[in-house]
């Protein structure tokens, strides 16, 4: 089992281009610096400028008499794979993840005892996302005041 970016250098683009010499050229993977890049090779390559077909997700695309011509655009949106589970992931979540993401986060954990509402154990602090050192929040944890 191999795993690779997905994304083939400009070499073997050249390579598949030339080897393969296609009427049109529709880059499909990537950012748009990536498509732009991709039909400017397909370009250098003979594929005439006007069949070099750049579209975005939802574009239609028709192939009629050999010539690909963007004909219109369905109205789409983005389905979120999230581990196995595909399109159920929420805005909420997502906005969530986007604050984890840019922000980090800390968890304070106390074990408490269900009878006398006092803590049982120490305070174990955790957290990700705001410092590459483990020991910057060793300072928080005196600050815990446990009632």
Known sequence: M???SGHAPAGELLY???ATRPSNVMPIHGEWRHLRA???LAEA???PTDRVVL???GVVVDLVDGVARITGAVDCGYVYVDGLAVGDVGEESLKDRRILGEEGFIAITVIIDSVTGKATGSVHVSGRGFSDE???IDAVVPLIELS
Do not use: S
Request: proline share 6%; aromatic share 0%.
């Open 134 to 136: 483990p020991a910057a």
């Open 16 to 18: 598949v281009l030339n």
């Open 45 to 47: 390559t003979g594929v």
């Open 55 to 57: 579209a975005e997700d």
């Open 2 to 4: 191999v795993h690779v």
């Open 38 to 40: 991709h039909g400017r």
